[in-house]
């Protein structure tokens, strides 16, 4: 009997892993996927070369502990990448307009911060409107996944933003599998039930059977777990299904296309759009590393409607966002006369709002719930331990903090065994 059982093969977990062998805590993990890496995951065929369906910057780099990982295994970084392009009605914003625009959403995010000892509240009630509160609540929407009128003030404020964001040009997903290449892992073994009040051992529930263990370090998403997929005998206390419940996953889904050569002349890098509702950003990566790839992310309430109508709608919209950004010939520039027949086997989606492992991007605290991730990262009976990105207090929703979270987790969990002896 293994001394923890570790449910979820994502960053959390996976780091929870090597950190208990370090310890020298027997475990074992579960992982429903056919694949590692959760919502950190890389794909390297499709297109002819990496895409990150997923998480793909290192935020806060010279905070961030996979910077010097992704040193140690030669996986290339772009440590100065260029400014971002800002847009609204399909206008890219230039000169004094731009320096305007950038200074109007700087301003947004000042409001936050300068809150972060104040009352609780809805992060639109600091926003006034202004000639760039859309493009302000386009960029809250690509980070946070949810409108403003639908996230803690002091949650956010929190959050650790320290210098660019350095995107990884071999994968995040790459880097997040290379690290943990030596943790075994139990893939196509979703837990589905915990058994843990009232023995001397904690049993977890499987396909495959039960396991039982002396802790369990569970780092399923909350979106997940507020879902019922993984059932806890007795239920979880009333104060962790609140905790739960006050952090619901934000929106943010993926396309990745293939192009024949570059029809966006000197343009690239990222492009944030304003879109022509509150409930939507768009943003579009262009030809990243000089590839012929171009990457929409969608963010925000409309990103799940538009997911859930497949990949041809997606394709259709990335299609009109481009159009209206580099004109209607864009359109024949990308895809020729037929559209459908050019893009066969050319595009990658990344719909996590429908994905049953994942049910979202990341979670987000609702207005007044700013204490809800100390209350998920408590554990319960000192059996039952909980880490990823949503138990994370300054760099929630982020690979990294989803990273340390897990070692957390796994030196708490092997405290309370008395398993604490270095290996």
């Not at 051992?201 to 019922?228: D, F, K, M, N, Y």
Request: proline share 7%.
């Amino acid at each position: 009997m293994p001394d923890i059982v570790v449910i979820g093969a994502g960053a959390a977990g996976l780091a929870a892993a090597r950190r208990l062998r370090t310890l020298g805590v027997s475990f074992v993990v579960l992982e429903a996927r056919p694949r590692i890496g959760g919502r950190a995951f890389t794909d390297t065929g499709t297109l002819g070369a990496p895409v990150d369906l997923g998480s793909h910057w290192l935020h806060s780099p010279a905070l961030n502990p996979l910077t010097p990982l992704a040193d140690r295994y030669g996986i290339r970084v772009d440590r100065s990448p260029g400014p971002a392009h800002l847009a609204v009605d399909g206008r890219l914003l230039s000169g004094a307009e731009l320096a305007s625009a950038e200074a109007g959403i700087d301003d947004g995010f000042t409001r936050i911060a300068a809150s972060r000892d104040g009352d609780d509240g809805a992060v639109s009630d600091l926003v006034p409107d202004g000639p760039w509160s859309r493009l302000f609540e386009a960029a809250f929407l690509a980070k946070q996944g949810v409108p403003p009128s639908q996230s803690s003030i002091l949650d956010f404020a929190r959050y650790v933003w320290e210098g660019d964001d350095w995107p990884v040009l071999d994968g995040l997903g790459t880097l997040v599998a290379r690290h943990a290449r030596s943790v075994p892992v139990e893939l196509e073994t979703p837990a589905t039930r915990i058994a843990w009040h009232g023995r001397a051992h904690v049993s977890v529930e499987t396909p495959r059977g039960a396991i039982g263990a002396g802790a369990v370090i569970v780092t399923v998403p909350t979106g997940v777990l507020a879902g019922g997929a993984l059932r806890f005998d007795p239920p979880l206390p009333g104060w962790k299904l609140q905790a739960i419940g006050d952090l619901p996953m934000g929106s943010c889904n993926k396309l990745s296309l293939g192009l024949a050569g570059n029809p966006f002349g000197d343009a690239a890098g990222p492009v944030l759009m304003a879109g022509s509702g509150a409930d939507r950003s768009v943003e579009f990566l262009l030809r990243e590393d000089g590839r012929d790839i171009v990457t929409m992310m969608v963010n925000g309430p409309f990103a799940k409607d538009l997911a859930a109508a497949g990949a041809p709608a997606m394709i259709d919209y990335a299609v009109g966002q481009l159009s209206a950004l580099f004109g209607s010939g864009i359109r024949s520039a990308l895809f020729g006369s037929g559209i459908r027949s050019a893009l066969t086997g050319r595009h990658v989606l990344a719909d996590w709002d429908h994905d049953p492992w994942a049910a979202g991007c990341y979670a987000v605290a609702r207005p007044g719930a700013a204490a809800a991730r100390e209350a998920l990262a408590r554990p319960v009976e000192d059996r039952l331990f909980f880490a990823g990105e949503a138990v994370h207090d300054r760099y929630m929703g982020d690979v990294h903090g989803a990273h340390l979270s897990g070692e957390a987790a796994a030196e708490d969990a092997a405290r309370a065994l008395g398993r604490t002896r270095q290996g």
